[in-house]
């Protein structure tokens, strides 16, 4: 992934410095006493916008028919986070968005252009990535509250294509936006649930174009 060494750097340059920040701030009594630096993690259930048109668009080669497609997966998150203040965060991590597949069915007509053999065509991908984003929350100190993210998603499809006479495999990446709504629930002093659900555009500006929609719950621990 492109984005990936690039967001990596950006967080172990970021989050030292935040964390200096946060000692001050502590010393000086000007904002609450409560922890400020959190862990999260947990699972998610994915569905891919991504119709018949969309599929010869990306994978086919004029010949393909009798397409079926499987858009429903589960994934998962996991990552860290800073408080800036009680109701904004910023939030680094790895999501996989899970799996997506197609079967179709080739007439052979561009077999002589490299395209695809008569017969059955199979494609199998997984879609995952890190994100770096912005968490604005109701104050943490309430036990019930909401919150809305957004950031970037550099991501990565890695995948195979196999018709009747060969098989091989691709990847496709990209850097996008991503956003979300959702509901926090305390279930202890430093540890909540979290219920969000979340679009992730999924863009290569090439040859792929679609998106991912995603609820999740999430374990936080605060320290």
């Not at 172990?12 to 993690?41: K, N, Q, T």
């Not at 998150?77 to 179709?104: I, K």
Request: hydrophobic fraction near 40%; glycine fraction near 12%; charge should be negative.
């Amino acid at each position: 992934m492109k984005m990936l060494p690039v967001l990596t750097l950006a967080s172990i340059a970021v989050f030292p410095a935040l964390a200096e920040a946060d000692h001050l701030r502590r010393g000086s009594h000007s904002y609450g006493s409560g922890p400020s630096l959190y862990l999260f993690g947990g699972v998610s259930s994915s569905s891919f916008n991504f119709n018949r048109s969309d599929y010869r668009y990306s994978f086919g080669d004029g010949s393909l028919s009798d397409i079926k497609l499987d858009t429903e997966s589960s994934g998962g998150r996991l990552g860290f986070g800073f408080d800036f203040s009680r109701e904004l965060s910023l939030e680094f991590g790895y999501a996989s968005l899970g799996s997506l597949s197609g079967r179709a069915i080739s007439n052979g007509s561009q077999v002589l252009n490299n395209g695809f053999s008569a017969g059955r065509v199979d494609m199998d991908a997984d879609v995952d990535g890190v994100f770096l984003g912005v968490n604005a929350h109701t104050p943490l100190s309430e036990p019930v509250g909401l919150f809305a993210r957004f950031g970037v998603y550099s991501w990565e499809m890695d995948g195979t294509l196999e018709d009747s006479s060969r098989a091989g495999g691709f990847t496709v990446e990209g850097t996008d936006p991503y956003a979300g709504i959702g509901l926090r629930m305390a279930i202890a002093n430093n540890a909540s649930v979290t219920l969000a659900y979340d679009h992730y555009l999924l863009d290569d500006d090439e040859s792929v174009e679609l998106s991912a929609n995603t609820l999740s719950v999430d374990l936080v621990f605060r320290f």
